[in-house]
């Protein structure tokens, strides 16, 4: 079992759109609190999901996995989910 998932958005390739939204979106439905890396592509999931950080944006991430470690959190992930 999994406390976080950490789901990087691809960035290379036709299907880089596709493949991102599938994977953010299954692992969404699982019931596992993702941390979605928000690509220019993916600005319209990460609008009301608030478990996100821009591209590239190293800053950004540890701050987001540093709140993750509080349980209620984790739980408003999975909630404003899919």
């Known amino acids: 079992q999994f406390d976080v998932l950490l789901v990087l958005g691809k960035t290379v ?5 596709i493949n991102s939204v599938q994977r953010a979106v299954s692992q969404m439905r699982s019931g596992v609190p993702i941390v979605l890396e928000c690509t220019p592509s993916q600005q319209h999931l990460c ?20 709140h993750m470690k509080n349980v209620s959190v984790r739980q408003d992930c999975v909630d404003k989910g899919i």
């Not at 009301?48 to 987001?64: Q, S």
Request: charged share 30%; with cysteine.
């Open 47 to 66: 609008q009301e999901y608030p478990c996100h950080f821009g591209a590239g944006n190293r800053t950004e991430l540890k701050a987001v996995l540093e």
């Open 13 to 17: 390739g036709h299907k880089k759109y």
